[in-house]
């Protein structure tokens, strides 16, 4: 069992930035890969953002590249979201997810642990 708390979210100007942590327990940190997706309002949740175990990879959607930035700390068990130049449409719920096996980064279904969520709200 894993166990996700995220941090962060809250209320922001369009072309503001925020951060978003994602606390992690129950197994070794650094074993498996994360994720971060997001769901507004009447529509499916959809990746944002990936990084490795080991964080020598990441991935993004087409979506946040080059505004979005994915990382991690394992010594702090702690995966980030560092969101800039934020848009109105990246309103949304913002979710963290552990993905242990070798999966597809995309699918929500790669997923295994999910935490509750955290708002963003970017106004204009």
Known sequence: QVQLVESGGGL???????????????????????????????????????ISASGSNQYYSDSVKGRFTISRDNAQNTVFLQMNSMKREDTAVYYCATKLHFRTWFPTSSYDYWGQGTQVTVSS
């Open 12 to 50: 922001v100007q369009a072309g503001g930035s925020l951060r978003l942590s994602c606390a992690a327990s129950g197994r070794t940190f650094s074993d498996y890969g994360m994720g971060w997706f997001r769901q507004a309002p009447g529509k499916e949740r959809e990746f944002v953002a990936g």
